[in-house]
């Protein structure tokens, strides 16, 4: 059974930091494209970043988390991370992590994937709270 489960969410200061943890069991992440969406309330889901199947990791990120996210796959335990720096309010929303076998070529060709239509697998989500 394909699933994907996302964990590390919580409550943090502003200027905090957290790390995302997405976690795949019934299929090989390693050929999958992997983004995480976030959605607000009242908001529409939107997509935050993304890393290519492609041995050389190609990332992408959104305008809005450039130069305070980053994302990074660890193959061996199945996973992919998000590591969430200099938190602002206007950060908090549910984190979805998704997979797809979006080609890397299409990826170079559109700055990434952020569609969530593109992806067929998700996890269940992660709240992540930016608060003082």
């Known amino acids: 059974q394909v699933q994907l489960v996302e964990s590390g969410g919580g409550l943090v200061q502003p200027g905090g930091s957290l790390r995302l943890s997405c976690a795949a069991s019934?299929?090989?992440?390693?050929?999958?494209?992997i983004a995480w969406f976030r959605q607000a309330p009242g908001k529409e889901r939107e997509g935050v970043s993304c890393?290519?199947?492609?041995?050389?990791?190609?990332?992408y990120y959104a305008d809005s988390v450039k130069g305070r996210f980053t994302i990074s796959r660890d193959n061996a335990k199945n996973t992919v991370y998000l590591q969430m720096n200099s938190l602002k309010p206007e950060d908090t929303a549910v984190y979805y992590c998704a997979a797809d076998s979006i080609s890397p070529r299409q990826l170079d060709m559109y700055g990434g994937s952020w569609y969530d239509y593109e992806y067929a697998y998700w996890g269940q989500g992660t709240q992540v709270t930016v608060s003082s």
């Open positions: 019934g299929f090989t992440l390693d050929y999958y494209t």
């Open positions: 890393i290519s199947s492609s041995s050389e990791r190609a990332t």
